[in-house]
């Protein structure tokens, strides 16, 4: 039977060791690097000073919010706007559906975002959480207009 030494002890218990550590912040990267879609769902349209909304002045609010943005606006019909972001080689798309007491954000398509059984780059989050206050916003300086 072969003899270890103490040295031989250390070597390999720091070997474990860093392995598990490997293995844990290896994991880890890759299951932050992905969360559950956020959908904005029947957002309420609040002018502060209590003034009605058209839906056209709201439709002109979330436009100008998603192109302050970068992202490319097309209304598709009264109360849907198609936005699509595209941040180098990362593309997201979304339905804006509104009407003058609510508006929802929802996803529609994407590429390279990593979209898998609802689950998407946390990026994609931050950017469809940068429209909804970007869109609150414009409805708030709206109605003071």
Avoid: C
């Avoid at 992202?71 to 009264?78: F, L, N, R, S």
């Amino acid at each position: 039977m072969k003899k270890m030494n103490i040295s031989s002890y250390k070597e390999n218990f720091y070997v474990i060791v860093v392995s598990l550590l490997s293995v844990i912040v290896l994991t880890g990267f890759l299951w932050f690097r992905t969360t559950p879609i956020y959908n904005i769902n029947n957002e309420p349209i609040i002018a502060p000073n209590g003034k009605h909304l058209t839906l056209k002045e709201i439709e002109k609010a979330i436009m100008t919010a998603g192109l302050t943005l970068g992202w490319e606006m097309k209304p598709i019909q009264p109360g849907l706007i198609e936005a699509t972001l595209r941040k180098r080689s990362h593309v997201a798309i979304v339905n804006i559906t509104f009407d003058t007491r609510f508006y929802n954000i929802n996803y529609k398509d994407s590429v390279n975002l990593k979209y898998h059984a609802g689950k998407i780059h946390v990026k994609y989050n931050e950017w469809v959480e940068n429209l909804n206050k970007a869109i609150k916003a414009q409805i708030t300086a709206l109605s003071y207009n």
